[in-house]
């Protein structure tokens, strides 16, 4: 009866192994392919950069802590699931561990065209790679950068294509949490003041608690006001700045903080436009605290120079770099760098990430990144380099 019961039980287990079998090749044959979707949705706001390491530019003579990103890059990450010593790192052809090797199976700019794309994401199990039954698929994430990576030219080094939407998505992700730099919050002291017509239904009020302070911030929170205000908001200041003069009627009556509200205010960063606006003519030049210019009885506190700055985004990010006031050439003693603490918590890939795409952009002026005829206007606290083109 032993005996019986011990050939019953090697029965069941070598029945089982052949229904594993059949299972494993049924998958792979496309009999249950309906039950797996290997396709991604594109998101190119994921940096993708073909090694590890990104040493940004400019960066000083010895990189410093936040001139380079570190982070997985396609190379690694074929490496990880197509190039171990077994598959496709060792005997089985084609060879996927060079960037000549693993470009030979890719379109530059278009990953639906590369072969490489279509085996990652194919539902057709004969074809996937990795294998279905090696039980090792491709992370989305992982997939998201081969696939940003090929979409923006497949190559050796990253540039302002993968640099900017990341760049962006960091700042208009991080620095509006908490209500902090958005839309909502800017706009709120216009409403609080009373400039436009709005009813308490379209403000709400928000407490940033930073024990032991209390700040709180008027939002404008009806969307189509908002909306209103801060593009004709936007409109005044950069006629106003084109020429200071002939439009010194544009000369914004806002500020964001006292004494026209008692509340602290700050601008939004909220899209790429906001961010450029910013840039090109920084918040502590559009909201003085104090009167700057009376015209007609009306007080106005935004400054008529938008080069004469001790701020700008750079410098209130990265700790690393002093900034000199663009208009007197003087550096600050001191850095600012308070955003990458405060405001969300960037880390040295964040920074570096927004610097680079900083000065690659093309849609940030020279003056703002090099200062008036490249005299420079940021330079690296430890070296004491100045940056210039």
């Known amino acids: 009866m032993k005996r019986f019961s011990s050939l019953k039980t090697v029965v069941i287990l070598l029945l089982g192994f052949l229904l594993s079998i059949t299972v494993i090749q049924c998958t792979k044959t ?18 993708a950069a073909f090694y590890d390491f990104t040493k940004i530019s400019p960066s000083d003579a010895v990189p410093d802590f936040n001139d380079s990103i570190v982070s997985k890059g396609v190379q690694s990450i074929i490496k990880e699931y197509c190039g171990i010593s077994t598959c496709h790192g060792g005997p089985i052809n084609p060879k996927l561990s060079t960037y000549e090797e693993i470009t030979r199976l890719v379109v530059p700019g278009n990953p639906e065209g590369s072969k490489l794309w ?23 994430g992982d997939k998201l950068k081969i696939y940003n990576w090929i979409k923006n030219g497949a190559k050796t080094s990253p540039d302002i294509a993968d640099f900017r939407p990341a760049a962006i998505r960091i700042i208009t992700t991080g620095c509006t949490s908490g209500n902090c730099h958005n839309v909502a919050t800017s706009t709120g002291s216009w409403a609080r003041k009373g400039l436009i017509a709005v009813t308490s239904a379209d403000t709400t009020t928000f407490a940033l608690i930073r024990p032991p302070s209390v700040t709180y911030y008027c939002q404008l929170s009806n969307v189509t006001l908002r909306n209103q205000v801060w593009n004709a908001y936007k409109d005044s200041v950069r006629k106003f700045y084109s020429d200071t003069a002939a439009f ?12 026209v509200v008692s509340s602290s ?11 450029l606006l910013d840039i090109n003519y920084p918040k502590g030049l ?3 605290s104090t009167v700057v210019y009376s015209s007609n009885g009306n007080n106005f506190y935004v400054k008529g120079n938008n080069l004469n700055s001790t701020s700008s985004l750079v410098s209130r990010i990265d700790s690393t770099m002093l900034l000199a006031n663009p208009f007197t050439g003087v550096f600050a003693t001191s850095h600012q760098g308070d955003m990458a603490y405060s405001d969300g918590g960037l880390t040295r890939n964040d920074i570096a990430l927004i610097k680079a795409w900083y000065f690659a952009d093309p849609n940030i002026p020279d003056i703002w990144k090099y200062g008036i005829g490249n005299a420079g206007i940021y330079k690296y606290r430890k070296s004491g380099t100045i940056i210039k083109k």
Do not use: C, W
């Open 248 to 259: 010194a009627s544009f000369r914004p009556y806002k500020t964001f903080s006292t004494p």
């Open 30 to 47: 496309g009999i249950l392919a309906e039950q797996l979707n290997r396709n991604i949705s594109p998101d190119s706001t994921v940096f």
């Open 118 to 140: 279509n085996l990652l994401t194919t539902n057709d199990l004969n074809k996937a790679m990795p294998p279905v039954n090696a039980t090792h698929e491709m992370a989305p």
């Open 265 to 275: 205010v700050r601008g939004s960063l909220s899209s790429y436009d906001d961010i």
């Open 286 to 288: 559009r909201s003085n």
